[in-house]
């Protein structure tokens, strides 16, 4: 997990992230869902004004369940969430879906986006006033 945070803000925040694990099992018309954290955790506080960067591995069990969406009984999906712990108020937050696959199923190393694609062109500024 990498991030960058700019605290501008007037209060004291906290990095926070989570992996969670979300099952759901389907038997008729009987649907059973459940989760579980596989990691869950608090980074130092960042002080109002100042600027931190944190660089976290995540260790993943070896027992981890794999991820499986093609199945129309079983679905394990899991999701990456990473936000901010402001005091009272709301907490800017960003998710990720994450596969995770068996160590027999090894993918090749990135070699960059396939031929064809190219990169998100550069935001443009927004030049209506805003309220």
């Known amino acids: 997990v990498f991030a960058n ?3 501008s803000s007037s209060r004291d925040v906290k990095l926070k ?15 059973n869902r459940g989760f579980k954290y ?9 002080p109002s004004g100042e600027k931190s960067k944190f660089i976290v591995d995540l260790t993943l069990p070896h027992d981890l369940t ?12 899991y999701t ?7 005091s009272f108020a709301s907490d800017p937050a960003v998710k990720f879906p994450v596969v995770i ?7 090749p190393p990135w ?7 190219q990169p998100y062109p550069a935001l443009q500024p927004n030049l209506a006033p805003c309220p």
Not at 66 to 77: A, D, F, G, P
Not at 80 to 86: A, Q, S
Not at 101 to 107: E, G
């Open 5 to 7: 945070i700019d605290n």
């Open 17 to 31: 992230y989570s992996l969670k694990q979300q099952q759901k099992f389907i038997a008729g018309s009987s649907t």
């Open 38 to 46: 596989i990691v869950k955790e608090t980074r130092d506080r960042i």
């Open 66 to 77: 794999v991820t499986i969406e093609n199945c129309r009984i079983i679905k394990v999906r």
């Open 80 to 86: 990456l969430k990473v936000f901010l712990d402001v």
């Open 101 to 107: 696959l068996s160590p027999k199923q090894q993918c």
């Open 111 to 117: 070699q960059g986006p396939p031929g064809g694609f």
